[in-house]
């Protein structure tokens, strides 16, 4: 079945340093990537999408490019700040025409001042 | 703009016992859905529900069940609550379409005594 891998779980940086979280998908087609971002307390919320191969998201200074050859939506962002600190999941969609999402396993990114 | 609610924010119960989780939406939209987030594995469909009176079991659907009473309110019930299935459970809603993105609400915190 399709699935989602994010190599980190974890990431600590401190501000302005430039982040990468990386994020593999397997499946068939063109399935819309997403990254999600939970703050603590907070369900997760939508920071953007894509939907055709490289195709580039962006909100808020991070960004990703779809890459159907390496398979992959890998989040950058050139400068974090302390208030980046939260847990980014990446995730992709079912393609049988629902709106379901298959999450990978998400990366704990703190960013110390 | 919409919100999900979730009640409660925190449900503590026994082992064995049968608990009750609500969520309920004000955006209109026809598709909610349960996860479950346990640290580390991000997070794992239970049920989801196209539109009212349907229901679609997701990856980890057993041990539980779900109602969707009405357009805008989407139970789960914890059939038999486990020590082993103390995690936090997301609600969300979204409209249809694999482009859709999901609102998610702020999640019940389950312990098991």
């Known amino acids: 079945g399709d699935s989602v891998t994010q190599t980190e779980g974890q990431v600590a940086l401190s501000e302005e340093d430039f982040l990468t979280i990386h994020c593999n998908y397997s499946a068939s087609g063109y399935p819309t990537l997403f990254w999600y971002v939970q703050y603590p307390g907070e369900g997760p919320q939508l920071l953007f999408r894509?939907?055709?191969?490289?195709e580039k998201g962006s909100s808020r200074g991070f960004e990703a490019t779809y890459d159907k050859g390496t398979t992959s939506f890998h989040l950058r962002k050139a400068s974090v700040q302390e208030s980046d600190s939260a847990v980014y999941y990446c995730?992709?969609?079912?393609?049988?025409?629902?709106?379901?999402?298959?999450f990978g396993e998400g990366t704990k990114l703190t960013v110390s001042s | 703009g919409g919100i999900i609610t979730q009640t409660p924010k925190f449900l503590i119960g026994q082992e064995g016992q049968k608990l009750t989780l609500k969520c309920q939406q004000n955006?209109?939209?026809?598709?909610m859905y349960w996860y479950r987030q346990d640290s580390g594995k991000g997070l794992r469909l239970i049920y989801y529900s196209i539109t009212e009176n349907d229901l679609q079991k997701g990856d980890l659907s057993e041990g539980y069940d779900a109602s969707r009473e009405k357009k805008s309110s989407f139970s789960l019930t914890v059939t038999s609550a486990q020590k082993n299935e103390m995690a936090v459970f997301l609600c969300?809603?979204?409209?249809?379409?694999?482009?859709?993105?999901?609102?998610f609400g702020p999640g019940t915190r389950l312990t098991v005594l």
């Open positions: 969300a809603s979204s409209t249809w379409g694999n482009y859709a993105e999901q609102f």
């Open positions: 955006f209109n939209h026809d598709t």
């Open positions: 995730a992709l969609s079912d393609q049988g025409g629902s709106a379901k999402l298959i």
């Open positions: 894509a939907s055709r191969d490289k």
